[in-house]
């Protein structure tokens, strides 16, 4: 960087700060600041483009151009030589715009004089703001110091949006996080919540964007990367974990980085703060990550935006332990979350809102377990959002609206008194079996994970708990949970069922429910890897301790067992013989044995589905776990968004597959039950009830809504309905199904 750039760059932010620091309307600021650069840049024109909504790009001022044209013109991203800087997030730099590949002229603006052009993008953290251009009558190209100033004023530009410096009185000068917004994502957990962001990571906020004196900025940024050095080191010293310390020693890398330092101090040494250098370089990796296909490079420059983050709270002292209270009907808004910081808000929380994560993650079985509606995979949300804003998310539809019209948010509220009029008659008929108008009653049991689902065994009418996952216990912990912790909480468990049958299904680790405790396995498909019961019979001191701590549990009451993933019959026999094995030893240590043992297995692999007639008549119970089953009879992953919903349960082959599983339990007089999601979804729930499903697991709030259908179902018209579509070659019955359902509303 040359001398001139150096210091005419400081003297244009210092002159800009002032602009700041005056109490003008947005307007006038925005209008000083064109001038300003116009004249320290020697070029005749200066303008600023900002986002009116997502891909609208307004002239919000300008020193040069027709100053009429100032809120009237108008681009789309991508559109002109402005919208290209904006679409690219790069710089454009030609000494003939008129020429250049992109050009759209705009009469209104009278720019077609001006050759020159440079264009910057105004950018916050990877997020488009606007774009900042010059342009000039006499062809030139701009240098690299003047590219470099124009970044540099262009950064302090999308500091001062972010504060709102420039909304101005009457018009909005910039559209950001004010407008309402639309966002999508996936359904995690069903439930439609309104309330107010609470961002989980709040955004750092940079007040000072420049600064008068390099050296004291310079003290402070080696100051807080010496302090971070040392955290990532005592970070490296007590983790064990192999992934996690990979992740520490890419950061220490960096940490240590000398060109990531050296750009930060030119930043310094050119007028910026210490905070604003640090947030140049993570909003350049950060456009970085967003056009990077290579997967080693966007998880590097994930690391260096974590990193950066860690920066900045430093040095601003904001951070997550701010004191904030959560707001009215708080809805947590967040790139990701654990489960157990997840499950250390509880049930505070109204709704959640991730920009990752995903529909498998055991976030989503935590949001579920607590019936908070989630939405994962929402695009762009931690961006959009700020804190407090007002929301409302959609887990029918999929869909968060932020900072909602008035007419939106009348709409979403018919919405929820619909659901609440439909809650009062699913309650109505809590207390009712799930009859069907043939007269078959089909069992109704929920699926249950943590202490705080039990209450709903009252409230959702519940027979009992058709499925207990006990890996949550283990997974929201550091360390491996204790016998005697885990005997108290399923004794807890038992007593607060009150006598209600509980299916406690052992531990069901491995694939994407990794244990932080556990030496992880770098395994090529960890879904058709070590998992479940495979963990259980090849290190059965696992198995064994949560065997004994159930049985401690039950002492003198019954108790029901449940091994996930059992691929073959000799592996429940093996796990069988372990509960014998167990049971054997607990009495010889004289603990008071359960009144009763039930040892069933979980069908989630086809290969069981074909066991012969004998495992069929030594298990006490079948339970088909639809979710595995359904990915592994379809070769589609469950957690793939791209191919979860590519295959129909209602398909009729897998259909074919579930009746011919009832067919053979029903020829043995094994009791069977379905615990997957679909046992929840009512149209499913009807159809494996037509197909011989006597008995369904689901979670708490599907009860009424499943019950409510099959009261009104007619199994054996139903079984009609998916016969016809097997003959006629179809491949889901979900038409005909959804045919039955209209014409038998219309005849009541
Ligand atoms: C299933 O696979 O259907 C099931 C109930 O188990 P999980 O979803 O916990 O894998
Ligand atoms: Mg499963």
Redesign the pocket.
Known sequence: MAERGETESRKLLGRLRDTMAGDDPGQERLDKITHLIASSMECEVCSIYLFRDQDTLELCATEGLNKDAVHQTRMKMGEGLVGRVAKRRQVINTPNAPQASGFRFMPETGEEVFSSFLGVPVQRLGEALGVLVVQSRAARDFSADEIYALEVVAMVLAEMTELGAFIGEGEAMSALHSQPVLLRGTVGQEGVAEGHVWLHEPRVVVSNPVADDPVRETERLEEAVEQLRVSVDQMLEVSADKDQRQVLEAYRMFANSKGWMRRMLEDIQNGLSAEAAVEKEQSLARARMGQSTDAYLRDRLSDLDDLSNRLLRILTGQGRDTGAELPVDPILVARNIGPAELLDYGRSLKGIVLENGSVGSHAAIVARALAIPLLVHTERITNEALNGDHIMVDGEQGVVHLRPDDNVAAAFRDKIAMQAAAQERYASIREKPAETLCGQIIGMHMNAGLMADLPSLEGSGAEGVG?F?TELQFLVRNQMPKRSELSALYSRVLDAAGGKRVVFRTL?IGSDKVLPYLKPNDEPNPALGWRAIRVGLDKPGIMRMQLQALMRAAAGRPLTIMFPFVAQFEEYRAARREVDKTLARESRLGHVLPESIEVGAML?TPSLGFAPRKFFEEVDFVSV????LKQFFFAADRENERVRRRYDTLNVSFLTFLEDIARRCNETGTPLSF??EDAGRPVEAMCLAAIGYRNLSMRPASIGPVKSLLRRADLGAVRRVIETARESGEMSVRGGVMEYLREQKSSQ
Request: glycine share 30%; charged share 40%; with cysteine.
């Open positions: 499925l996952r069901d989630e776990g639809g979710n595995d615990c997957g």
